[in-house]
């Protein structure tokens, strides 16, 4: 079955303390490339990550997104309350001492040492988000492959379409070519007789046969239409295959390029060159398609 290399799949995790999530998204390319945006917290296990990744693909360029954010309340300063109402005591029994009516400011309260403190920010565990995010790397991963599946299945079908189309042409082909010798002797015989019409010279059989047969062998297409007929069975293979084949089937479409090009060259008949032309458009559908396979 054919998988597609274009695909998504995401992930999330959350609670009271954070948020992680988790985006897959594979484009195509020759080649598998990864690229990744991680948090910086995270940069450790970067490789351990693309590690879940390379196990499952091929080829394709993947991104691999992880976000994270904390819920937790980040303050650089905290109020002690305690020492608070401690300096309040001790000013108003201060000024009963020595009976002062000046007010006491909230300013003057917060500027006495030990009122506010230094916040104790709570530091994350890093070996949990780590224990946190594989799963959900691993969930992105299936979200993909199952689209990369389902987008790789349509793909298939349209190239089994084209495949059977490519096939009904070829046998119209080799029902064709016997035929074409028969009609260009009939024309070289006429043509000759034509031209040696009121003349005293002979037409010799065996320099007709000679003529006819360099003809024949000139125009004769039935080697490539067997190759080709075996790159579609080719074909066929990498269609059932569970394997990814994606540059296999680059290699057997360059291959039915190359035989139906030399077909176009040799064949000598309108109507057979016409029936080539929709091979080589089905040909060029099928490649194009291929580039979407991993």
């Not at 492959?145 to 379409?161: F, P, Q, T, W, Y």
Request: negative net charge.
């Amino acid at each position: 079955m054919l998988k597609s290399m274009t695909g998504f799949g995401n992930a999330e995790y959350k609670d009271d303390g954070r948020t992680l999530s988790v985006e897959l998204r594979s484009i195509n390319n020759r080649f598998l490339k990864i690229d990744s945006r991680i948090p910086e917290l995270l940069q450790a296990f970067e490789s351990e990550f693309e590690r879940l990744v390379r196990e499952r693909i091929i080829r394709g360029t993947i991104l691999l997104n992880i976000n994270y954010q904390s819920h937790q309340q980040e303050h650089e300063y905290v109020l002690n309350g305690e020492k608070v109402r401690e300096y309040y005591r001790i000013l108003n029994d201060i000024k009963k001492e020595i009976n002062s009516g000046e007010e006491l400011s909230i300013n003057s309260l917060i500027s006495l040492p030990g009122v506010l403190q230094k916040g104790e920010n709570k530091e994350e565990n890093v070996d949990t988000l780590f224990s946190i995010c594989m799963p959900l790397i691993n969930e992105a991963l299936a979200k993909m492959m199952e689209m990369r599946a389902n987008e790789g299945s349509h793909l298939e079908k349209d190239i089994e379409k084209r495949k059977d189309v490519i096939l009904s042409i070829l046998n119209k082909i080799e029902t064709r070519v016997p035929s074409i010798v028969n009609e260009y002797s009939k024309r070289l015989r006429s043509r000759v007789e034509s031209l040696l019409a009121g003349t005293e010279i002979e037409l010799s059989d065996n320099n007709l046969y000679r003529e006819i047969a360099i003809f024949a062998e000139r125009c004769d297409i039935s080697e490539e239409i067997s190759r080709l007929k075996s790159h579609l069975c080719q074909l066929e293979e990498v269609l059932q295959s569970d394997e990814p084949m994606g540059r296999k089937l680059d290699f057997i479409v360059q291959e039915m390029f190359r035989e139906t090009n030399t077909m176009c060259s040799k064949a000598n008949d309108s109507e057979i060159l016409r029936d080539l032309v929709d091979i080589k458009t089905e040909v060029e559908k099928i490649r194009e398609q291929s580039f979407n396979i991993e």
